[in-house]
């Protein structure tokens, strides 16, 4: 075992992390107690990357770092400092997204807790602090006043006795049924899973508007029911004058909940969607914005869905169990509690691999949900959030003209991030292709699908007409079909050095009835030297 002693008098302590080295559990010691432990690819020559962990809690104490297996000088490359080491390239990176958010250092995966308050959008998100793979459950902590710009703040949920923090949700209390108001603040109040032995669902409560939080003292609230339970999401049902909570449990078993205060839980009813698991949400949504036809949606981790209508007790599907954006590579999506406009705007995890940075895996774009009738029945839709409009820098636009066989417009146009939105009546065409920085999307007409990257979706004219929408990042091309009745959001790493889009026909001319390409900022602020409409 090699050990280290030291005063803290610095927020951070860095770490070197070489990726596939053996895993070694770190433990850190004050006065002869644990107080915090996690695993870590320990470099012990050269590192991949540096990782940090904040040391606020320890300001001024006599802290020891012990760490099994390991050469004792293993741990002489440890060094605080007052800010993370090796950010000299912070958001510069080969595959950091420019428009989509990301953690600084480590993986994340399911975006958890989000909660509007007070003009601020606050993200939680499952985060390893300490390594490109998953495992060390925390909750990652950013915000944002417009859905674009975010700042991380750290990691706000950190394991403890109960297990490791496994996803969960966000509520303003706004009438103080937990007692936690301390201030003119409604208590901001998270809903976790803990995820230990067994898995239990607990709370933790901001008092200041979102800027700290702590635990809960009698946690867990909601008690182990079955197998691995987890991933409360949670609403206020103003009707019934309660909380309701949707909890995944078992197999392929999620059931709905009430609280008066979010401490004590008894069960309503189970939920079944198929053959999804994990993260449910569970929101209402009118029809065709009409506020006297709405809909209950539940949903589940993979984007199964069913609409159905909720009296406070008893949740009754009235659809098939319905699919929404599950042949993409997003998972887990959750929408926005308290937001300010009525907007049901839902965040995903992008499951992609980033190699060689890091960081690892993404988030989508933030999405505005909506429910349409149409041919089949009632059906979610989504569009990216107006706010990706704040990123606009120079677009180019057509309005009504045909495209002919062996024509290619874009051939003007290069750039590395863009948002695309085409609408198209086919005509004479067989094929519509874009190939997008090098990716190909691929429209067959008379089969009426759309492909990309091996993937093909069943995507419908509208009143004839061909409807798409492309949001291209460096690690991600997310696909609109039908007005965001057809999503595909694809993880995928787009070619640097290819800057090029292309549009063009086979078998015959269409009618490009608008084609609006708008090229992006970098929601960071750094630009990509070469991006430029030639003119
Ligand atoms: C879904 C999930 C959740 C769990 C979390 C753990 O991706 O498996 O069910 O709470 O991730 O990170």
Redesign the pocket.
Known sequence: MAERTFLVEHRYLNLPVKNNAEKRVVRFVVDGAEVYRFDIELAEGDADFWVYADLALFQGTRLTVAVDGVAENALAALVQSDAPLGMDDLYREKYRPQFHFTSRRGWL??P?GLVFYDGVYHLFY?HNPYGWS?GN?HWGHAVSRDLVHWEELGDMLYPDPLG?M???SAVVDWQNTTGFQDGDDPPLVLIY?A?GEPYTQCLAYSTDGGETWVKYADNPVLGHIAG?N??PKVIWHTPSRQWVMAL?LVDYDYALFASPDLKTWRKLCDVHIGDA???PDFFELPVDDDPANTRWVFWG?NGNYVLGHFDGETFTPETEVLRYAGDGNS??AQTWSDTPDGRRLQIA?LRVNLPGMPFNQMMTFPCELTLRTTPEGIRLCSSPAREIADLYCQGVHWVDEMLELGEDWLNVVTGERFDIYAEIAPGAATEIGFVLRGIPVTYDVTATTLTCEGRTVSLPLLNGILSLRFLIDRASLEIFGANGLVALPMGVILPEVERTLRLYVEGGPAKVATLDIQELDSAWGCHSADSAFAS
């Open positions: 995966n399911d958890n499952q998953w459950m490791a496994f996803s969960g899973t995820a691995h987890r991933d995944y698991t994990e993260c981790a998972y887990a995890w």
